[in-house]
């Protein structure tokens, strides 16, 4: 199984910047997805929530608005459209595999990580 994230940058605040996560050694069906975060000095931020099937869930109220989560099954990747991006934002994102819960104790697989910093 693996998971790679891509997409990261430095953005200006009020920018956007788009997040994919492609996956691969497992259909998408039945697996949750999760986009995650952490930035520097502090735990790991569950951000979204990708259901296995239709809808998308939005877990952090502090990205509600702002950022998009969608999902491409042919591709087997997941994306993250974010928008409005903020200095607090800042953070390394990663997606995730889960079990049904976007909490680090409910991760499967993990990606890489992506750096994204916002000024």
């Known amino acids: 199984v693996q998971l790679v994230e891509s997409g990261g940058g430095s953005v200006q605040a009020g920018g956007s910047l788009r997040l994919s996560c492609a996956f691969s050694?497992?259909?998408?069906?039945?697996?949750?997805m999760g986009w995650f975060r952490q930035a520097p000095g502090k735990e790991h931020e569950g951000v979204v929530r990708?259901?296995?099937?239709?809808?998308?869930?939005y877990y952090s109220d502090s990205v509600q608005g702002r950022f998009t989560a969608s999902r491409d099954n042919a591709q087997n990747t997941v994306y993250l459209r974010m928008n409005s991006l903020k200095p607090d934002d800042t953070a390394v994102y990663s997606c995730?595999?889960?079990?049904?819960?976007?909490?680090?104790?409910?991760?499967?697989?993990w990606g890489q990580g992506t750096q994204v910093t916002v000024s």
């Open positions: 995730a595999r889960v079990r049904g819960v976007v909490a680090v104790g409910f991760v499967d697989y």
């Open positions: 050694g497992y259909t998408y069906s039945g697996h949750c």
């Open positions: 990708i259901s296995e099937l239709t809808s998308v869930k």
